[in-house]
Structures are given as structure tokens and as C-alpha cells.
T-cell receptor, first 111, second 113 residues
Framework: QQNVQQSPESLIVPEGARTSLNCTFS?????YFWWYRQHSGKAPKALM?????GEKEEGRFTIHLNKASLHFSLHIRDSQPSDSALYLC???????????FGDGTVLTVKP | NSKVIQTPRYLVKGQGQKAKMRCIPE?????VFWYQQNKNNEFKFLIN????????QIDMTEKRFSAECPSNSPCSLEIQSSEAGDSALYLC???????????FGPGTRLLVL
């Protein structure tokens, strides 16, 4: 049974700060690693994904995966108030398989 | 932006009543998922389909929930006898087979009184 844990539960940062969100998972057979973002009252939206160990950068966002440590993370550079949302990490084993989500980190970016 | 359509957006039922919600996946997406998001933001996978066939479902879904994805019709999720603990946001997502991104709809918020 996959167990996905996120930390911290909530985070308040000033505009322009660098933000780091963490996710640990328990199933070493996991192959696909996602970060989703959900603004209040909206659908979760895929932000970034990674499938092999290492780092991937897209704009202000960087995702880092260490499968041996069962850990991946999301880093946001120059955080903006519009980044305020619930961030969900998610893991799955197969291409068409279910996502197992963490309980989320609520990020608030203060102007 | 996701083009998954879910109806209705809100649903209010009494305990013991049936609750039915629908999902139209993105055009061309053969894989459909249903998730339940509770008030603590915890996600629970319910069931997924590839075309009309069930790929995987959890015990709860087998007992009180029924779901289908008929060809040329919206997918649906129905709770046979609603319980207070079923109050949640029900999210539908769809994906291609060889691309693993799941695109979510806005959800149906169910309140069981």
C-alpha cells in the first residue's frame, strides 16, 4: 500500500522568496512523480512531472527526484501571490494507473 | 486548460438517497479516473476505466458505488445509498494511454444531509 507524505502542511512566504515543498513515498516500484496545484474551488492542475532521478526545471519551477531516498521535491523561485494554492504531490506505478496523492501543502505568498 | 466536463457542480442529497454525477472526458482520452477529495484535502482513488472496461477499483466502490463509461455517452458515478461520510468533492480525470498526465475536471461537490 503506497503511502505518500508531504511537508510542510502549510507555508507562508513573502513575495520573491524561494519556496521548497517536500514529498516522500513508500513504494520503491513507483515510476511516475507529479506535482499538482489546486487553487481554491478549482480543479487540480498538473504542474510538473519527473520520471528519472535528477532535476528538471521549467521556468520558476524545479522538481528534484531521488528514488533511493524515496523523496522528491518542488522548488519555486521568485514566488508570486498567484502561486498561493494547495500543492499536491502524486505518485503512480504504471502509465494508466491511479495516482496516490499526499495530503497537500497550503502555500500562501504574501505581497 | 483541462476540458473535462463534470455535472452537476453541486449535489445535495438526504441520507439513503441515490446520488449520480457525470463526467465527459477530454476528447480522445480513453482512460478515465474517479477520485474523492474530502474536506481535509485527502484524495481517495475510487475507480478507473480504459474505454468501457474497469481497470481497477477499491472495495468501497464495489459495495455502494457503481460506475460506468459507456461508449458515446458520459461516464457516471452513482452512490446507491448516500451516507454523511460521502460528502466530498468527486473529481473525474482523463488521460491518453501512452501519456501519463491526468487532466482533472472541476468536480461535483456532494453534500449528504
Amino acid at each position: 500500500q503506497q503511502n505518500v507524505q508531504q511537508s510542510p502542511e502549510s507555508l507562508i512566504v513573502p513575495e520573491g522568496a524561494r519556496t521548497s515543498l517536500n514529498c516522500t513515498f513508500s513504494d520503491s516500484a513507483s515510476q511516475y512523480f507529479w506535482w499538482y496545484r489546486q487553487h481554491s474551488g478549482k480543479a487540480p492542475k498538473a504542474l510538473m512531472s519527473i520520471f528519472s532521478n535528477g532535476e528538471k526545471e521549467e521556468g520558476r519551477f524545479t522538481i528534484h527526484l531521488n528514488k533511493a531516498s524515496l523523496h522528491f521535491s518542488l522548488h519555486i523561485r521568485d514566488s508570486q501571490p498567484s502561486d498561493s494554492a494547495l500543492y499536491l504531490c502524486a505518485v503512480k506505478r504504471t502509465n494508466t494507473g491511479k495516482l496516490t496523492f499526499g495530503d497537500g501543502t497550503v502555500l500562501t505568498v504574501k505581497p | 486548460n483541462s476540458k473535462v466536463i463534470q455535472t452537476p457542480r453541486y449535489l445535495v442529497k438526504g441520507q439513503g438517497q441515490k446520488a449520480k454525477m457525470r463526467c465527459i472526458p477530454e476528447k480522445g482520452h480513453p482512460v478515465v479516473f474517479w477520485y474523492q477529495q474530502n474536506k481535509n484535502n485527502e484524495f481517495k482513488f475510487l475507480i478507473n476505466f480504459q474505454n468501457q472496461e474497469v481497470l481497477q477499483q477499491i472495495d468501497m466502490t464495489e459495495k455502494r458505488f457503481s460506475a460506468e463509461c459507456p461508449s458515446n455517452s458520459p461516464c457516471s458515478l452513482e452512490i446507491q445509498s448516500s451516507e454523511a461520510g460521502d460528502s466530498a468533492l468527486y473529481l473525474c480525470a482523463s488521460s491518453l494511454i501512452n501519456q501519463d498526465t491526468q487532466y482533472f475536471g472541476p468536480g461535483t461537490r456532494l453534500l449528504v444531509l
